[in-house]
Nanobody, 120 residues
Framework: QVQLVESGGGLVQAGGSLRLSCAAS????????MGWFRQAPGKQRELVAV???????NYGGSVKGRFTISRDDDKNTVYLQMNSLKPEDTAVYFC??????????????WGQGTQVTVSS
């Protein structure tokens, strides 16, 4: 059984920074893409950032230049460094990863979510 556990959310003032972490544990053969999504109240879940197993990154338009995604494959962990935070970044942030628990079985996993609140 594979689990994703997020940490690092909290309350921060506008202009501040936070760093989110998401660690995958369990029976893991390999990890493909890892990413972060967010969902604000009354809105659909949206892509924040994704990183491939080769280190290629892609960002949602509203966070480009402010957020940085990275990963540590030795720790099966993905990070999201969030700088210059704005009140509109307030949301529950979810970790997502495409993981093989065997050579042939690939599926997507989600973390439980971590709240990020940015005050003005």
């Amino acid at each position: 059984q594979v689990q994703l556990v997020e940490s690092g959310g909290g309350l921060v003032q506008a202009g501040g920074s936070l760093r989110l972490s998401c660690a995958a544990s369990g029976t893991i053969f390999s990890i493909n893409n890892m990413g972060w999504f967010r969902q604000a109240p009354g809105k659909q879940r949206e892509l924040v950032a994704v990183i491939t197993s080769g280190g290629i990154t892609n960002y949602g338009g509203s966070v480009k230049g402010r957020f940085t995604i990275s990963r540590d494959d030795d720790k099966n962990t993905v990070y999201l460094q969030m700088n210059s935070l704005k009140p509109e970044d307030t949301a529950v942030y979810f970790c997502n990863a495409a993981i093989k628990d065997t050579r042939y079985n690939l599926r997507a996993y989600w973390g439980q979510g971590t709240q990020v609140t940015v005050s003005s």
